[in-house]
């Protein structure tokens, strides 16, 4: 069993920047792949970005490529997601995920990961 804890939302304006930061309960959080997706009001839960056990290889989603980076510290149990230039339309709930991974790959639909976090509200104003 692995626990998430996010951290980080909050209500900022257009164009301003927040890092959010996932924190795993498990030692063993280097034989997770992380991933974090958001999920605005009416919306499907969507892919945001994705990171490999190691860090070595990372994987965005195209609204976000560019402005969003995804980075984990294994020694720290932590997974990050730095946001810059945001916009209203990031507006969401933000939940991180780990799945078990032996392969080094990185995974990008919801059904490949084990464990959810419970989320984080970020806010854009425009």
């Known amino acids: 069993q692995v626990q998430l804890v996010e951290s980080g939302g909050g209500l900022v304006q257009a164009g301003d920047s927040l890092r959010l930061s996932c924190a795993a309960s498990?030692?063993?959080?280097?034989?997770?792949?992380m991933g974090w997706f958001r999920q605005a009001p009416g919306k499907e839960r969507e892919f945001v970005a994705a990171?490999?056990?190691?860090?070595?290889?990372?994987y965005y989603a195209d609204p976000v490529k560019g402005r969003f980076t995804i980075s984990r510290d294994n020694a720290k149990n932590t997974v990050y997601l730095q946001m810059n230039s945001l916009k209203p339309e990031d507006t969401a709930v933000y939940h991180c995920?780990?799945?078990?991974?032996?392969?080094?790959?990185?995974?990008?639909?919801?059904?490949?990961?084990?464990?959810w976090g419970q989320g984080t509200q970020v806010t854009v104003s425009s």
């Open positions: 995920a780990a799945g078990l991974d032996y392969s080094g790959r990185i995974y990008y639909r919801a059904n490949e990961y084990n464990y």
């Open positions: 498990r030692r063993t959080f280097i034989t997770y792949a």
């Open positions: 990171i490999s056990r190691s860090g070595g290889s990372t």
